[in-house]
Nanobody, 115 residues
Framework: QVQLVESGGGLVQAGGSLRLSCAAS????????MNWYRQAPGKQRELIAG???????NYADSVKGRFTISRDYAKNTANLQMNSLKPEDTAVYYC?????????WGQGTQVTVSS
């Protein structure tokens, strides 16, 4: 079992930055992949960034060049640095961890970007 706790959400003006963290209850060395998703009101949850145990990253086109995902092995966190935020980035952001063969989700953190 893996517990995930997201933090770092909040209200920010367009063009600003936020840094989200996803703290895992176990060593992230044993987690195969960690991802960030988001879900805006009335929309489906979408994958926006991922990082594998080998450090490979991938991003949705909508956030490429603005968001950066990383792992902090000392703190057992997966982080999402979000720059140049836009109102359309407003959503609940969720962390997901894949540790074969199971997926685990955090409870989500709200990000609101005002225009």
């Amino acid at each position: 079992q893996v517990q995930l706790v997201e933090s770092g959400g909040g209200l920010v003006q367009a063009g600003g930055s936020l840094r989200l963290s996803c703290a895992a209850s176990i060593s992230i060395f044993s987690i195969d992949a960690m991802n960030w998703y988001r879900q805006a009101p009335g929309k489906q949850r979408e994958l926006i960034a991922g990082i594998t145990s080998g450090g490979n990253t991938n991003y949705a086109d909508s956030v490429k060049g603005r968001f950066t995902i990383s792992r902090d092995y000392a703190k057992n966190t997966a982080n999402l640095q979000m720059n140049s935020l836009k109102p359309e980035d407003t959503a609940v952001y969720y962390c997901r961890a894949y540790k074969y063969p199971m997926n685990y989700w955090g409870q989500g953190t709200q990000v609101t970007v005002s225009s």
